[in-house]
């Protein structure tokens, strides 16, 4: 009988994580300082043997140049207050900087991500709900951190059936915006009518046909909320696929050549497609999962990074 491979250590899987990340960005062409990678690895990688990871690219002249990873980290830090203490975040009185507390005082945390750019830096912290507790947008439209928008976009978010409840949330402290991940999703897509309803009443550009295409297959819808407006600033539509390129639309040069460097290493990985829209036009995402085996963690359940259908 062969001996079990002996446990994979936090050493270890920092390296493998990052090797990873060095052979997608010489792929991609994106210039990083490698011991800024190292460094948020190595400060966040307590869980990292089992946990999950993600990469994404996007689209866009301004997204281009860059490569952000995420992965779950362990529930019993202060994702927050980390990066604050180690330089990777500005200490600050903007009401970003109070929203992780107010939603960990006020809501059962089902665990928490970080999201980074290995250009950019630090960028994210995600706040993952339980399943089986999942927070009513009207709850957390009334913490007093929260973006103003939130409370004013209840009516959008009811006439047009996004959900009323949340399963997660995605504090982006780079940028000062928040999103926020409806729970329950409307099922069977997003009708184009209503993918045109949405946009115009939030005085979005008018979508593509591409646009339209993929939300008729949308599994996941999010909103993104800025605290310098009362409106809603992006909204996202998100399709999961073992293959993009069986997806009714035609991907980005940039985005297809991701793809095909991912699927050669596992064929059988998992993606999530997302166009996001905005007043000056459309972009587009693909997110690719690093791991993800089995016993995945509710996270996986949740948008941000993939769900699986039942």
């Known amino acids: 009988m062969s001996e079990a491979a002996p446990p994979v250590t936090r050493h270890d899987a920092v390296q493998a994580l990052y090797s990873a990340i060095e052979e997608a960005a010489g792929l991609l062409e994106v210039a990083y300082a490698p011991d800024d990678v190292l460094r948020i690895l190595h400060l966040y990688g307590g869980d990292l043997p089992q946990a999950v990871v993600a990469f994404r690219v996007a689209t866009g002249t301004r997204r281009a140049a860059e490569l952000d990873c995420r992965f779950t980290v362990?529930?019993?830090i202060d994702p927050y207050q980390l990066a604050v203490d180690n330089g990777l975040l500005e200490k600050t009185?903007?009401?970003?900087?109070?929203?992780?507390?107010?939603?960990?005082?006020?809501?059962?945390v089902d665990g928490y991500g970080i999201d980074f750019g290995v250009v950019g830096g630090f960028k994210k912290i995600w706040?993952?709900?339980?399943r089986t507790a999942l927070?009513?947008?009207?709850?957390?439209a009334g913490l007093p951190s929260m973006p103003r928008g939130l409370g004013k976009s209840l009516g959008f978010i009811a006439r047009h059936g996004l959900g009323d409840t949340v399963g997660l949330l995605g504090i982006d402290y780079r940028h000062r915006t928040v999103n926020i991940y409806f729970g329950e999703p409307p099922a069977g897509g997003i009708a184009p009518e209503s993918?045109?309803?949405?946009?115009?009443?939030?005085?979005q550009a008018e979508p593509s046909e591409q646009m339209l295409r993929l939300g008729r297959q949308a599994f996941g819808v999010y909103v993104?909320?800025?605290?310098?407006?009362p409106a809603i600033a992006r909204i996202c539509l998100a399709v999961a696929t073992t293959?993009?390129?069986s997806l009714p639309v035609a991907l980005d040069e940039r985005i297809g050549l991701f793809v095909r460097h991912v699927r050669r290493a596992d064929p059988d990985t998992k993606f999530v497609y997302a166009v996001a829209s905005q007043p000056g036009g459309e972009y587009y995402k693909l997110q690719s999962y690093y791991r993800?085996?089995?016993?995945?963690?509710?996270?996986?359940?949740?948008p941000a990074f993939g769900r699986k259908k039942s």
């Open 292 to 302: 993800w085996g089995s016993g995945v963690p509710e996270i996986m359940q949740l």
């Open 243 to 245: 293959d993009p390129a």
């Open 127 to 130: 706040v993952v709900l339980p």
């Open 93 to 108: 009185d903007h009401p970003v900087a109070r929203l992780l507390a107010e939603l960990r005082d006020t809501c059962p």
């Open 74 to 76: 362990p529930q019993d």
């Open 195 to 203: 993918v045109r309803a949405m946009l115009r009443e939030v005085d």
């Open 135 to 140: 927070q009513s947008v009207t709850k957390l």
């Open 224 to 229: 993104t909320l800025d605290w310098d407006s």
